[in-house]
């Protein structure tokens, strides 16, 4: 489909496309106007992990790369040996949409299917017991995202069961936080970043769908990964000469609260999207308080939808229906939610799907 006619649709595709947020293009506007040192040692930098340090009430070490695959490459290709693997869900980012980048740095990725994209340690006790000795690989490493690709969330008691499930067994634990910032300011959600530095031993904040051009920062907390750490991102040419260029944003983001309003804004926006549909009758796939809503909807329906709403095929069902994601983001404005609402209306109106 080509941009221009993606871009005449309402936008509920991803929560990437509107490009940044104008206070983090004045602030690398005004960091470019600067001498600044390289590599993530400029002083945007670190005034930015500083700040994320002072949310997670502890130490810790604050990496900044580009994007959420880079950072998960990097990050479990050093803190993983040879013949260690990774437990994810199935749907899990790392086993479905990075290319297979983490098998690609030698690595086995052990997928574990789950009805609502979040782990247990019921869910993960099997496939520890399934491998053992030195003819199969070792799970070493429970990857889990929050949000989950399916918009839902881990309580605080279910990070600290996986935490303390983890520790029990010489497991690490890290959390892609691609879309963290949505989870953090969900409905109901009742963890913080400081309890997220307490029970994971690394996990990563997402600028990039959270109103940054680009950038995602990597919290190291356990001090035995830390070691010659970016040793390895300049090996994986994950580490940019220009860094302020990701410090600058996240300290835009963090200096008084913004990471978090524009979450905010982006969950209130799908939460009416989620009133129009139930108001319509139309089931949702999987209760999901984040930006990501999944509707069930007539395949006849998705494609009459299709051609005013950008959205993602999620799954398709075989029974005549499909699930489809709607995604809102920080840039998603009130008219847009209006605009669909009014379409869909139209469509149930006019009898499609039937």
């Not at 695959?69 to 479990?76: G, I």
């Not at 499909?322 to 809102?328: A, E, F, Q």
Request: hydrophobic share 45%; charged share 20%; aromatic share 6%.
């Amino acid at each position: 489909m080509d941009v221009a006619t993606d871009n005449a649709k309402i936008s509920l595709r991803n929560d990437y496309s509107e490009g940044a947020h104008p206070r983090l293009l004045q602030a690398l506007a005004m960091a470019s106007a600067e001498v600044n040192r390289g590599y993530g040692l400029d002083a945007h930098s670190e005034r930015a992990a500083a700040l994320i340090r002072d949310r997670l009430g502890r130490d810790a070490d604050v990496h900044f790369l580009a994007g959420g695959t880079q950072t998960n490459l990097v990050a479990l290709a050093a803190f993983l040996r040879p013949h260690e693997a990774v437990v994810a869900p199935a749907s899990g980012h790392i086993a479905t949409h990075e290319t297979g980048a983490i098998e690609a740095s030698g690595h086995k990725v052990l997928t574990v299917a789950t009805p609502d994209g979040k782990l247990t340690p019921e869910l993960i006790q099997p496939c520890i017991d399934g491998h053992s000795g030195e003819h199969m690989v070792t799970p070493r490493l429970v990857y889990i995202s929050n949000t989950t690709e399916w918009g839902t969330l881990y309580s605080a008691a279910e990070l600290q069961a996986l935490s303390d499930f983890c520790r029990d067994r010489g497991l690490l634990l890290y959390i892609d936080g691609a879309r963290l910032a949505s989870a953090l300011t969900a409905p109901g959600n009742d963890v913080d970043l400081a309890l997220l530095a307490a029970q994971a031993d690394a996990f990563y904040i997402g600028g990039t769908k959270n109103g940054a051009l680009l950038g995602e920062a990597l919290v190291i907390v356990n001090p035995a990964l830390r070691t010659d750490f970016r040793h390895i991102i300049k090996q994986r040419g994950a580490m940019l000469a220009k860094g302020m260029v990701v410090g600058a944003q996240f300290e835009a983001l963090f200096e008084d609260g913004l990471y978090f309003v524009l979450a905010t804004h982006a969950n209130v926006m799908a939460e009416r999207l989620r009133e129009i549909l139930q108001q319509a009758g139309v089931p949702l796939a999987v209760d999901s308080p984040s930006n990501q809503v999944f509707p069930v909807l007539p395949d006849a329906i998705v494609e009459h939808l299709r051609e005013q709403v950008g959205f993602e095929t999620w799954e398709r069902r075989g029974d005549g229906t499909t699930v489809i994601r709607l995604m809102t983001s920080w840039a998603t404005p009130e008219s847009a939610i209006e605009a669909f609402a009014e379409v869909f209306a139209r469509l149930q109106a006019d009898g499609a799907g039937q």
